[in-house]
């Protein structure tokens, strides 16, 4: 059972501030952190394009991955809808929507391009 000492320590507005500061300070290192992988690993990919092997399994990928498995595999522009279709065809079994929101989030990251309204395709083929 909680007493009123608890709930006066959650409600403080002072430390609830102080909490969402330190939330929001560590939500900001781990966004550079994940933009510093992101160009590490594009820095790779650009020096050696070889070194990916063709032969992927896609089921094994984070969504993340996979989209940018599917754009580059398909070479062209595809909507959401159709990136998931590729990944349906290569055995994922992603929701729609999740794919349709993770496209978005890749794009807003700039891991993958947004051509016009709802029309992506992966960075290299600019």
């Known amino acids: ?35 510093r992988i992101d160009d590490l690993l594009a820095s790779m990919r650009q020096e050696h394009p070889g070194a990916s092997s063709p032969s992927v399994d896609v089921t094994a990928l984070p969504r993340t991955r996979a989209i940018e498995w ?4 398909q070479g062209g522009l595809l909507r959401p809808v159709e990136i998931w279709a590729v990944l349906r065809a290569a055995g ?6 999740e794919v349709q929101v993770t496209t978005y989030d890749l794009w807003q990251r700039g891991r993958i391009e ?11 083929q600019a």
């Open 1 to 35: 059972m909680r007493s009123s000492l608890d709930t006066e320590v959650f409600t403080s507005g002072p430390l609830i501030m102080t909490v969402l500061d330190e939330l929001q300070t560590i939500r900001i290192d781990i966004t550079a952190a994940l933009t």
């Open 70 to 73: 599917a754009l580059a595999q």
């Open 92 to 97: 994922r079994d992603d929701p729609k929507m």
């Open 114 to 124: 947004k051509v016009e309204r709802g029309l992506y395709r992966a960075p290299s």
